[in-house]
């Protein structure tokens, strides 16, 4: 059974920083592409940041500036350091990941139970 557990939301005022991890477990053979999707209440879930395994990455508009996707391979977690948070960065923000059990199974998509992230004004 793979999970993504997420760590690292809270509270914090416009301006300020805050770093999600996501760390992905159980049996896998590898990780793919990973990243980080958000939703505001009233609003569609929508991509924030991606990034494959060699590193690249993508970003929305929104963020692109602010915020740097990392992962670490080894440890098949992802992370999204988030600087110059505004209130409308407010919204639960899920883990993604594609994940190979085995080398011979098909890619999988996964997600994080979420974490509240809250920027006040």
């Known amino acids: 059974q793979v999970q993504l557990v997420e760590s690292g939301g809270g509270l914090v005022q416009a301006g300020g920083s805050l770093r999600l991890s996501c760390a992905a477990s159980?049996?896998?053979?590898?990780?793919?592409?990973m990243g980080w999707y958000r939703q505001a209440p009233g609003k569609q879930r929508e991509l924030v940041a991606r990034i494959n395994r060699g590193g690249s990455t993508k970003y929305a508009d929104s963020v692109k500036g602010r915020f740097t996707n990392l992962r670490d391979n080894a440890k098949y977690t992802v992370y999204l350091e988030m600087n110059r948070l505004k209130p409308e960065d407010t919204a639960v923000y899920y883990c993604?990941?594609?994940?190979?059990?085995?080398?011979?199974?098909?890619?999988?998509?996964?997600w994080g139970q979420g974490t509240q992230v809250t920027v006040s004004s």
């Open positions: 993604n990941a594609d994940i190979l059990l085995t080398m011979t199974s098909r890619q999988t998509n996964y």
């Open positions: 159980g049996s896998i053979f590898r990780v793919n592409d």
